[in-house]
């Protein structure tokens, strides 16, 4: 049974720095593309970050320079380091898995249940 959990959400002040977890269980994220996605309310989920089985990245411009994802195959986790952070990151954070390898598309097989990220001005 392949399940997501992330963790790491919070409250932070403008600039402020956060950074995510997703544990995976169930399968090898080494063999997967996987990929941060975000939902703020009254606006669809968008794609944040996704990085292929070989460490390839690719970012949404709005977070190009500020956050970094990654992942650490021993540990079967992914990651998402966020700077610099701004009141327009604030949005429900979910890791996903099994989905496309660019175009930030959120058509993923597998979700995570989400991690609330608020930052204020």
């Known amino acids: 049974q392949v399940t997501l959990v992330e963790a790491g959400g919070g409250s932070v002040q403008a600039g402020g720095s956060l950074r995510l977890s997703c544990a995976a269980s169930?399968?090898?994220?080494?063999?997967?593309?996987m990929g941060w996605f975000r939902q703020a309310p009254g606006k669809e989920r968008e794609g944040v970050a996704i990085i292929d089985s070989d460490g390839t990245t690719e970012y949404a411009d709005s977070v190009t320079g500020r956050f970094t994802i990654s992942k650490d195959n021993a540990k079967n986790t992914l990651y998402l380091q966020m700077n610099s952070l701004k009141p327009e990151d604030t949005a429900m954070y979910y890791c996903a898995s099994h989905g496309p390898c660019a175009g930030l598309r959120a058509a993923y097989y597998y979700w995570g249940q989400g991690t609330q990220v608020t930052v204020s001005s």
């Open positions: 169930g399968y090898r994220i080494r063999y997967y593309c």
